[in-house]
């Protein structure tokens, strides 16, 4: 029943701004927390940033830190990361998660968005 639907992503040049989507369809529990997740060829993926659901505290990998920002508008269950000074390390497919409480795993997931910086 839970849908989790990334849009957003595309081909942009380094020190060019994109903005991702993830909408949260036929929700059957309650968020705790909401993240975006990365993953670039022949790379793990790794965690970039996530957002409390209700107190809106954030949290960052060091290298997206002053460049992205992480949102939500709860009314809508819909999650945005806004990605400005894009480097080419940033290049990869992007993931949108969430997870239920504190000590739960991410356990629902988006289907990925392809973000590609070029130089």
């Known amino acids: 029943q839970v849908q989790l639907v990334e849009s957003g992503g595309g081909l942009v040049q380094a020190g060019g701004s994109l903005r991702l989507s993830c909408v949260v369809s036929k929700r059957t529990f309650s968020i705790y927390q909401m993240g975006w997740f990365r993953q670039a060829p022949g790379k793990e993926r790794e965690f970039v940033a996530a957002i409390n659901w209700s107190g809106g505290s954030t949290s960052y990998v060091d290298s997206v830190k002053g460049r992205f920002t992480i949102s939500r508008d709860d009314a809508r269950n819909t999650l945005f990361l806004q990605m400005n000074s894009l480097k080419s390390e940033d290049t990869a497919v992007y993931y949108c998660?969430?997870?239920?409480?504190?000590?739960?795993?991410?356990?629902?997931w988006g289907q990925g968005t392809q973000v590609t910086v070029s130089s």
């Open positions: 998660a969430a997870r239920r409480g504190m000590f739960t795993d991410y356990d629902f």
